[in-house]
């Protein structure tokens, strides 16, 4: 029977307004998770990230649990107790989720205000909780079936929704897990000063740690100096531009791999200033230090794309004539061409044109193999598009290379020697990972919904490493085969 002190349609409406604040705190958590987590911060592609990726993954499960069961069920008896120890369990790991994000990352300020807000919607959340529990708790312990019309409905979409992202997260910390900490690389020379740009992404990272490892002298310069020295355990000295360096500091290497992603949103004609202005920006900073430095650097390592060369080119080396042929070869084209003025300095100029590279951590692999892992592999358009691509581990070698190395100048392929068609590389993907390749994504579909960039996906040059097989470059991984082996 009801709690005498609630009448059945008070009861009836703290019901309604508790489902309706679990669908704001799902919409919130939603946007928090996409635009914070993923596109924001790119949480799966730190490694310091492991401990709040694994404490997401429990709390999104514990959600899920409470999204679908509240949408479908009256918790009688002994099961507002269950109930209650999911939620009371969720609210711990909140608060160390708070304390891992206080101590490894700086929160965007939208990001905290987010978290504020979701504090306060789960504190009205809780309160309707209590009110309601006396209600249920005289009621049979059993799960009553009950059906709340479409906000069941959405709930349950928000269930399964967030248990993914809990899986998607675990995947991610799993991976994670398995990152080994690499060797310092060979530049040639101990305890060299490198100024980096672009030192918190996929590539920098990697690169920044194993310097680091290495006994070099690393500065980043960074959008936010207070995240990048946090992500570094502030083993790296970390500035806003390379305009607040004194002119009697010296740099051995200069290192851009500043730019935001190509690969995401589509090329509106913002979008493209973005990814325009995200290079061009770093490389003049770079440029007017480097133009005002009393000792030069020797080297300037520029990070590229084979995208230089357009989306259909074969087969081609770094002796290939190029003229652009879509907005990813012109963003190379300029890129590169404004960076060459280091050139006239009197400092070596390295441009190294990466292929997909691919590593646990970051880059393009963990989304692919998330799709695989969930059952979901598929080829993209004909499938027949080139994929040319290179190990993190071989990356950095050719970068340490170019370091090292004074006859490395101008261009320089990025790429293993074996590249493959997209379909090829998700066979060899599915086989590794024991997983079915069966859907296939139509071109047509794609470009239409991601206009211009769709050539990104449904196209793909062919590229060798002419420079690095001259030089008779080592590879660690030659084949796909292996570089998969390894990363899986």
Same mark, same amino acid.
């Given at each position: 029977?009801?709690?005498?002190?609630?009448?059945?349609?008070?009861?009836?409406?703290?019901?309604?307004?508790?489902?309706?604040?679990?669908?704001?705190?799902?919409?919130?958590?939603?946007?928090?998770?996409?635009?914070?987590?993923?596109?924001?911060?790119?949480?799966?592609?730190?490694?310091?990230?492991?401990?709040? %990726? *694994?404490?997401? /993954? @429990?709390?999104?499960? +514990?959600? #899920?649990?409470?999204? =679908?069961?509240? $949408?479908?069920?009256?918790?009688?008896?002994?099961?507002?107790?269950?109930?209650?120890?999911?939620?009371?369990?969720?609210?711990?790991?909140?608060?160390?989720?708070?304390?891992?994000?206080?101590?490894?990352?700086?929160?965007?300020?939208?990001?905290?205000?987010?978290?504020?807000?979701?504090?306060?919607?789960?504190?009205?959340?809780?309160?309707?909780?209590?009110?309601?529990?006396?209600?249920?708790?005289?009621?049979?312990?059993?799960?009553?079936?009950?059906?709340?019309?479409?906000?069941?409905?959405? %709930? *349950?979409?928000? /269930? @399964?929704?967030?248990? +993914?992202? #809990?899986?998607?997260? =675990?995947?991610? $910390?799993?991976?994670?897990?398995?990152?080994?900490?690499?060797?310092?690389?060979?530049?040639?020379?101990?305890?060299?000063?490198?100024?980096?740009?672009?030192?918190?992404?996929?590539?920098?990272?990697?690169?920044?740690?194993?310097?680091?490892?290495?006994?070099?002298?690393?500065?980043?310069?960074?959008?936010?100096?207070?995240?990048?020295?946090?992500?570094?355990?502030?083993?790296?000295?970390?500035?806003?531009?390379?305009?607040?360096?004194?002119?009697?500091?010296?740099?051995?290497?200069?290192?851009? %791999?500043?730019?935001?992603?190509?690969?995401?949103?589509?090329?509106?004609?913002?979008r493209k200033r973005v990814l325009l202005e995200s290079r061009l920006a770093p490389t003049e900073d770079l440029l007017r230090y480097a133009g005002r430095a009393q000792t030069r650097p020797r080297v300037w390592i520029q990070a590229s794309a084979?995208?230089?060369?357009?989306?259909?080119?074969?087969?081609?080396?770094?002796?290939?004539?190029?003229?652009?042929?879509?907005?990813?070869?012109?963003?190379?084209?300029?890129?590169?061409?404004?960076?060459?003025?280091?050139?006239?300095?009197?400092?070596?100029?390295?441009?190294?044109?990466?292929?997909?590279?691919?590593?646990?951590?970051?880059?393009?692999?963990?989304?692919?193999?998330?799709?695989?892992?969930?059952?979901?592999?598929?080829?993209?358009?004909?499938?027949?598009?080139?994929?040319?691509?290179?190990?993190?581990?071989?990356?950095?070698?050719?970068?340490?290379?170019a370091v090292r190395d004074a006859k490395i100048a101008g261009p320089v392929n990025a790429v293993a020697p074996e590249s493959v068609s997209y379909e090829a590389f998700m066979r060899e993907a599915g086989a590794i990972t024991h997983r079915p390749?069966?859907?296939?994504?139509?071109?047509?579909?794609?470009?239409?919904?991601?206009?211009?960039?769709?050539?990104?996906?449904?196209?793909?040059?062919?590229?060798?490493?002419?420079?690095?097989?001259?030089?008779?470059?080592?590879?660690?991984?030659?084949?796909?085969?292996?570089?998969?082996?390894?990363?899986?």
């Amino acid at each position: 029977m009801p709690h005498p002190a609630l009448t059945q349609p008070a009861i009836e409406c703290i019901v309604d307004l508790l489902l309706t604040l679990l669908i704001v705190q799902a919409v919130m958590g939603a946007f928090d998770t996409v635009y914070h987590h993923e596109l924001t911060v790119a949480l799966p592609a730190h490694a310091a990230a492991r401990d709040e %990726l *694994t404490v997401h /993954a @429990l709390r999104s499960v +514990l959600y #899920g649990v409470i999204f =679908a069961g509240l $949408a479908w069920f009256e918790f009688g008896g002994w099961w507002v107790a269950v109930l209650w120890t999911v939620v009371l369990v969720e609210v711990v790991l909140t608060l160390i989720d708070f304390l891992i994000e206080d101590r490894t990352r700086v929160l965007p300020q939208s990001e905290r205000v987010l978290h504020t807000l979701l504090a306060i919607g789960g504190g009205a959340t809780f309160t309707l909780l209590a009110l309601q529990t006396p209600a249920w708790w005289q009621l049979p312990s059993e799960l009553a079936p009950a059906d709340y019309g479409w906000k069941s409905w959405f %709930l *349950t979409l928000a /269930a @399964l929704g967030v248990t +993914l992202s #809990g899986i998607r997260d =675990a995947l991610a $910390a799993r991976s994670m897990a398995r990152v080994r900490p690499g060797a310092p690389l060979d530049v040639g020379a101990a305890h060299l000063r490198f100024l980096i740009a672009g030192g918190t992404g996929f590539i920098g990272t990697a690169l920044t740690q194993r310097l680091i490892a290495g006994g070099h002298h690393v500065t980043l310069v960074a959008r936010n100096p207070l995240r990048a020295a946090m992500q570094f355990g502030g083993a790296a000295r970390c500035v806003r531009a390379a305009a607040t360096l004194s002119p009697g500091e010296h740099f051995d290497v200069v290192v851009n %791999l500043a730019g935001a992603p190509v690969v995401g949103a589509p090329w509106t004609r913002a979008r493209k200033r973005v990814l325009l202005e995200s290079r061009l920006a770093p490389t003049e900073d770079l440029l007017r230090y480097a133009g005002r430095a009393q000792t030069r650097p020797r080297v300037w390592i520029q990070a590229s794309a084979i995208g230089y060369y357009g989306q259909t080119a074969t087969n081609i080396d770094e002796h290939t004539a190029a003229t652009v042929s879509d907005f990813a070869s012109e963003l190379c084209h300029r890129w590169e061409a404004r960076a060459q003025a280091c050139a006239a300095l009197g400092v070596r100029y390295v441009a190294l044109r990466f292929g997909l590279v691919m590593g646990r951590s970051g880059g393009s692999l963990p989304p692919l193999l998330l799709g695989l892992k969930l059952g979901a592999g598929s080829v993209i358009g004909s499938g027949r598009q080139f994929v040319s691509w290179i190990h993190i581990e071989d990356a950095l070698g050719i970068l340490a290379h170019a370091v090292r190395d004074a006859k490395i100048a101008g261009p320089v392929n990025a790429v293993a020697p074996e590249s493959v068609s997209y379909e090829a590389f998700m066979r060899e993907a599915g086989a590794i990972t024991h997983r079915p390749v069966w859907l296939r994504i139509p071109e047509r579909l794609l470009r239409k919904l991601l206009g211009e960039m769709a050539i990104m996906l449904v196209e793909g040059p062919c590229v060798l490493p002419g420079k690095l097989r001259t030089l008779h470059h080592e590879f660690r991984f030659r084949t796909l085969r292996s570089a998969l082996t390894d990363l899986v």
